[in-house]
Protein backbone atom coordinates (compact mmCIF):
# COMPACT_ATOMS: atom_id res chain seq x y z
CA UNK A 1 0.00 0.00 0.00
CA UNK A 2 1.63 3.41 -1.01
CA UNK A 3 1.42 5.82 1.82
CA UNK A 4 2.59 9.89 1.72
CA UNK A 5 2.86 10.85 4.84
CA UNK A 6 3.68 14.97 5.67
CA UNK A 7 4.53 16.56 8.69
CA UNK A 8 6.04 19.52 10.39
CA UNK A 9 3.75 21.79 9.91
CA UNK A 10 2.57 24.08 12.81
CA UNK A 11 1.42 27.90 13.90
CA UNK A 12 4.45 30.05 13.42
CA UNK A 13 4.85 34.20 12.82
CA UNK A 14 5.58 35.68 10.23
CA UNK A 15 9.11 35.46 9.40
CA UNK A 16 9.51 32.22 10.92
CA UNK A 17 10.52 28.84 9.08
CA UNK A 18 9.44 25.49 9.47
CA UNK A 19 10.46 22.18 7.36
CA UNK A 20 7.75 19.96 6.40
CA UNK A 21 8.45 16.33 6.03
CA UNK A 22 6.74 13.76 3.49
CA UNK A 23 7.93 10.12 4.18
CA UNK A 24 7.00 7.93 1.17
CA UNK A 25 6.43 4.31 1.27
CA UNK A 26 5.00 0.81 -0.30
CA UNK A 27 7.01 0.94 -2.99
CA UNK A 28 9.97 2.01 -5.31
CA UNK A 29 9.78 5.64 -6.13
CA UNK A 30 12.45 5.87 -8.32
CA UNK A 31 11.72 8.02 -11.37
CA UNK A 32 9.17 9.78 -9.50
CA UNK A 33 8.81 13.70 -9.32
CA UNK A 34 8.30 14.67 -6.07
CA UNK A 35 5.76 17.99 -5.40
CA UNK A 36 4.28 20.04 -2.74
CA UNK A 37 1.03 21.66 -3.18
CA UNK A 38 -0.22 23.92 -0.85
CA UNK A 39 -4.28 24.93 -0.64
CA UNK A 40 -5.27 27.93 1.34
CA UNK A 41 -9.27 28.20 2.36
CA UNK A 42 -11.24 29.30 -0.76
CA UNK A 43 -8.34 28.39 -2.88
CA UNK A 44 -7.56 25.50 -5.49
CA UNK A 45 -4.90 23.74 -4.77
CA UNK A 46 -1.59 25.07 -6.02
CA UNK A 47 1.71 23.84 -7.11
CA UNK A 48 4.33 25.10 -4.72
CA UNK A 49 7.84 22.97 -5.13
CA UNK A 50 9.31 19.99 -7.28
CA UNK A 51 12.49 17.74 -7.32
CA UNK A 52 13.08 14.57 -8.84
CA UNK A 53 13.82 11.46 -6.84
CA UNK A 54 17.64 11.81 -7.98
CA UNK A 55 17.27 15.20 -6.57
CA UNK A 56 19.43 16.93 -10.01
CA UNK A 57 16.05 19.06 -10.89
CA UNK A 58 14.03 21.47 -8.47
CA UNK A 59 11.37 23.92 -9.78
CA UNK A 60 9.51 26.21 -7.41
CA UNK A 61 6.60 28.42 -7.47
CA UNK A 62 7.38 32.44 -8.24
CA UNK A 63 6.01 33.52 -5.01
CA UNK A 64 8.57 30.87 -2.84
CA UNK A 65 11.79 31.29 -5.01
CA UNK A 66 14.38 32.26 -2.34
CA UNK A 67 12.32 31.50 0.63
CA UNK A 68 11.55 27.80 0.63
CA UNK A 69 13.55 25.01 -0.77
CA UNK A 70 13.03 21.31 -1.51
CA UNK A 71 15.21 18.40 -1.13
CA UNK A 72 15.29 14.77 -0.69
CA UNK A 73 16.81 11.79 1.10
CA UNK A 74 16.32 8.90 -1.34
CA UNK A 75 17.80 6.47 1.43
CA UNK A 76 15.22 7.62 3.39
CA UNK A 77 12.30 7.83 0.69
CA UNK A 78 11.46 11.35 2.32
CA UNK A 79 10.91 14.36 0.74
CA UNK A 80 11.46 17.80 2.51
CA UNK A 81 10.36 21.48 2.32
CA UNK A 82 12.23 24.13 4.30
CA UNK A 83 10.13 27.05 4.41
CA UNK A 84 11.96 30.38 5.52
CA UNK A 85 11.00 34.15 5.96
CA UNK A 86 7.12 32.42 6.27
CA UNK A 87 4.50 35.36 4.90
CA UNK A 88 0.76 35.37 6.00
CA UNK A 89 0.13 34.33 2.17
CA UNK A 90 1.83 30.93 2.88
CA UNK A 91 -0.94 29.71 5.22
CA UNK A 92 -2.50 26.69 3.78
CA UNK A 93 -2.80 22.91 3.70
CA UNK A 94 0.44 21.38 1.99
CA UNK A 95 -0.12 18.33 0.26
CA UNK A 96 2.99 15.86 -1.11
CA UNK A 97 2.72 14.45 -4.20
CA UNK A 98 4.23 11.66 -6.36
CA UNK A 99 4.16 11.28 -9.64
CA UNK A 100 5.30 9.43 -12.91
CA UNK A 101 3.94 9.19 -16.39
CA UNK A 102 5.21 5.74 -17.94
CA UNK A 103 4.26 4.58 -21.60
CA UNK A 104 1.36 7.25 -21.35
CA UNK A 105 -0.08 5.82 -18.18
CA UNK A 106 -0.02 8.48 -14.81
CA UNK A 107 1.06 7.24 -11.50
CA UNK A 108 -0.31 9.55 -8.87
CA UNK A 109 -0.23 9.65 -5.13
CA UNK A 110 -1.18 12.11 -2.23
CA UNK A 111 -0.55 12.33 0.98
CA UNK A 112 -3.06 13.64 3.75
CA UNK A 113 -2.13 17.19 4.13
CA UNK A 114 -0.46 19.11 6.95
CA UNK A 115 -1.25 22.87 8.05
CA UNK A 116 0.50 25.64 7.97
CA UNK A 117 -1.03 28.84 9.16
CA UNK A 118 1.33 32.02 9.36
CA UNK A 119 -0.16 34.71 11.52
CA UNK A 120 1.58 38.50 12.20
Known amino acids: QVQLVESGGGLVQAGDSLRLSCAAS????????MRWFRQAPGNEREFVAT????????SYTDSVKGRFTISIDAAKSTVYLQMNSLKLEDTGVYYC?????????????WGQGTQVTVSS
Open 51 to 58: ISWSGAYT
Open 26 to 33: GRAFSGYA
Open 97 to 109: NARVIVSSTLDDY
